[in-house]
């Protein structure tokens, strides 16, 4: 399985800059392209700050996906 | 293999403060040696070559690895000014005191050259984590 996220989507839905969504969730701007990228998982703590940042649940901006087995 | 995530947590806490105790310990070994029993630097050369190899892979592996508030090189050149100092001052007392204007250049000269070229390395390997994962501006 493996974490997957519409951080981007909702950061450009809010019209919102990385370095503006990182400000207000209190972290850096490599910090948002980390978690974009799907290169850094972030904290309980810092998902909740990033969806109320930007006005989304948890369920809206972070899941899990199962990966296809491949025989 | 269960992997639990707190107790991972725990561990890497556990072992962050263990380096830090050794960290203070080494540091408190150096000056204990160098002020308070007077012993010349090549008695204890080992423990500065310890103290020295840890604080270097500490200070490269934030930069390589994004582990940095400041980036900006003007901000880093800020942050190198007392570190130079500090540099200069240490050179001067284990060269003995300063002489002549010759011994003044010569340390002032090693101190910018071996500072700037550490903050060149720490700006190029910041650099190059930004690049390797796309967060370059």
Known sequence: MSHKNRVKLARVENDLTQAQLAEKAGVTRQTIGLIEAGRFNPSLKLCTAIAKALNKTLDDLFWIEEEEEHA | ?137
């Open chain 2, 1 to 137: 293999m269960l992997r639990d995530e707190r107790i991972s947590q725990a561990r890497r806490r556990i072992m962050a403060g263990g380096f830090g105790i050794w960290y203070v310990l080494l540091l408190g070994m150096l000056y204990y040696r160098q002020f308070y029993l007077g012993q010349p630097w090549n008695e204890y050369w080992d423990i500065a070559l310890t103290f020295f190899i840890g604080t270097l892979y500490v200070t490269i592996a934030s930069f390589a690895r994004g582990a940095v508030y400041e980036t900006s090189m003007i901000r880093q050149v800020k942050w190198m000014i007392p570190m130079i100092v500090i540099a200069i001052v240490v050179g001067m007392y284990f060269q003995g005191g300063i002489n002549t204007i010759v011994e003044l250049l010569t340390v002032v000269t090693s101190a910018l050259l071996s500072l700037s070229l550490l903050g060149l390395l720490a700006y190029y390997l910041y650099r190059r984590w930004e690049k390797k994962n796309d967060l370059a501006d």
